[in-house]
């Protein structure tokens, strides 16, 4: 049996058709289907659907939702970081789920997709309100991801969310401190235990999870220089975990300027007169560098809402009327955009800098940093000016 048209109403008509055997069972299997017309035009859709049959390229009626797909793809993609994973599942529940996930996964369309875009921008998703650009191309991207494995495992005959025109993401200015801001803050910070985490984040550009994952074993403060080999991750699901570098490239050796060496020594002295006055004894070389009273990791949230807290204590004006500190709101992470300014700022070249920051490629660098770099083309056109006249005038 290949296929017959059979009447169900005065202008409907069921389709069934065979589309092969399962690759499981061996046993033939049968489709059936619906269409509204004419006999003729029924007749047309049922060849249409055997020759799809037959290239190879027919997807099997589903009554699978994008929420049911959604959810299951992202539970079985186990080669997801799971700080990714976290924030993929917050984009799938909060966005995703409430607006479309009730459609039919493989009735969805391009214009609904487009639909779903302008209402994410106007009213928001399961939290509500208004969503920035940005949070809407990171929702599109799960949904297309997800929708690629869709196709690729022939539950639809297209992934509707390609070639959809997505708003246009503002690019956000990276907030740095500038030059004659980083001493100020840093002795502002002297007695906080905040002071050598901060010390050492300006000085290397590591990310925070690798400061706080660092171990004393990690660190040549002879040689000046230091080793990342793993970071600190923070999620709801696993708590507090150590995990290596994403990248090979996040892997390096770091070389230690004389501020941050001298800043790391004067901690070591005061760790460890505070364990023996516990009870605790020296740290062993594979004890945490930044750590709680009794060597446990301090988790990076910590870390985050104590900075935030600092910064808004700096720049509360005093009694004068003066900002404590003259500085901008800078989270921690940007202490890394003001160590990376201060390398382009310095004509350190742009490998050299990627390597330093741990970055996959210098493209990553370049896409991050960019601005910064057509800062420095002031004197391109003067240094080639005096290359191209070398020679001439002799």
Not at 51 to 71: C, F, I, L, M, P
Not at 121 to 140: M, N
Request: some cysteine; overall charge positive; glycine content about 8%.
């Amino acid at each position: 049996m290949r296929g017959n048209v059979t009447r169900r109403g005065k202008s409907s008509w069921r389709l069934k058709f065979d589309i092969g055997a399962d690759p499981a069972t061996g046993k033939r299997l049968t489709q059936y289907a619906t269409v509204r017309g004419t006999k003729k035009q029924a007749e047309a859709e049922l060849s249409k659907r055997l020759h799809q049959v037959d290239g190879g390229n027919y997807v099997a009626n589903s009554k699978e939702t994008v929420a049911e797909h959604v959810r299951n793809w992202l539970s079985a993609k186990a080669d997801l970081a799971a700080t990714t994973r976290e924030r993929f599942e917050k984009l799938v529940e909060n966005q995703i789920v409430p607006q479309i996930g009730s459609l039919i996964l493989q009735q969805l369309r391009p214009a609904q997709v487009t639909a779903w875009h302008n209402t994410l921008r106007k009213e928001g998703g399961k939290e509500g309100g208004p969503l920035s650009p940005a949070t809407v191309r990171q929702a599109h991207r799960v949904l297309h991801m997800a929708l690629a494995s869709a196709f690729e495992d022939e539950k639809i005959a297209r992934n509707v969310a390609s070639g959809r025109k997505l708003p246009k993401a503002e690019s956000a200015d990276i907030q740095i401190l500038q030059h004659g801001q980083i001493a100020p803050l840093l002795e502002a910070l002297q007695g906080h235990w905040l002071s050598p985490i901060a010390t050492v984040a300006v000085g290397t550009g590591m990310r925070q999870g690798e400061i706080m994952g660092l171990r004393w074993a990690d660190i040549d403060l002879d040689k000046g220089s230091l080793r990342v080999e793993r970071s600190l991750e923070e999620t709801k699901a696993t708590g507090l975990r150590f995990k290596a570098p994403k990248s090979k490239a996040g892997t390096r050796t770091i070389s230690l300027p004389a501020s941050v060496v001298d800043a790391v020594k004067a901690h070591r002295k005061r760790q460890l007169e505070q364990r023996l006055a516990l009870g605790l004894g020296k740290p062993g070389k594979d004890a945490l560098v930044f750590c709680g009273p009794e060597g446990e990791a301090i988790a990076p949230s910590r870390v985050s809402g104590a900075w935030r807290d600092a910064i808004d204590r700096l720049r509360k004006p005093a009694e004068d009327g003066a900002a404590t500190v003259e500085l901008p709101k800078v989270r921690f992470h940007d202490l890394r955009h003001t160590h990376a300014s201060a390398l382009i700022a310095g004509g350190l070249d742009v490998v050299a800098i990627s390597r330093r920051l741990g970055h996959a490629s210098p493209v990553v660098t370049l896409s991050v940093y960019a601005h910064l770099f057509k800062r420095s083309d002031d004197g391109a056109a003067a240094a080639i000016e005096a290359a191209m006249r070398t020679g001439a005038e002799q």
